[in-house]
């Protein structure tokens, strides 16, 4: 369980508080938000899908009742939460990136989705590298390497130190081996990736070539 203050001898836990805001006010973005981030933060499991679909506010949405699959309960008031703050406020970037990164964490993962929502948070704020690796990362797993390669890229100037892109590399290589036969091609590709990398030089793509 999660920590907790104690107001006037009452036990408040952080899923407690945003439940009480939104009562308050239900347009309440934020609260929205920062409770779908409570929500993923609870042991999936049974227990967890009953609580759920046992709150008032979640017990007449047929998104969250409906799905009798284990874990699915969790998985979709997570998901409505990071959704209503999307609706009220569509330039909500911690809604989008939390939303995305929900969808990629479950089993199996919604990679499509995951891949949109880092789209947008891209487009809102091009600054938040985070979001970049992440989109990478759902590219790799669907193998669709250019833009792999691209998401990289934009992902190292806006923050990312060497281990990290030690660990960017290394997903070049899985995605490339799984999607190319063709090893002299991965080579030549992946010296010139390396290359820019360690000069810090910006490259783009063009086609299916990297540009230095």
Partial sequence: MHSYQ???GI???PIDCCIEALKRDPEYAEAWCELG???KKMNAGEATDKTLTGMDLFKDEPKITDDKRLYYAQINAANFCFDKAIEI???????WYQKGSWAIHWQPPNITDGIECFLEVT???PNISKAWHN???AYAKLVVFSHTRYSMAAAIPVGFGPVTELGIR???LIAFREKNSGMLD???TYRTFLSALSRGRPFIIVGSSLQI
Avoid: H
């Fill in 6 to 8: 104690t107001i006037g």
């Fill in 123 to 125: 487009k809102l704020d």
């Fill in 37 to 39: 981030l409570e929500i």
């Fill in 135 to 137: 989109l990478a990362n």
């Fill in 89 to 95: 406020e569509p330039k909500n970037v911690e809604a």
């Fill in 170 to 172: 290394s997903r070049i």
């Fill in 186 to 188: 991965f080579e030549a």
């Fill in 11 to 13: 036990q408040y836990y």
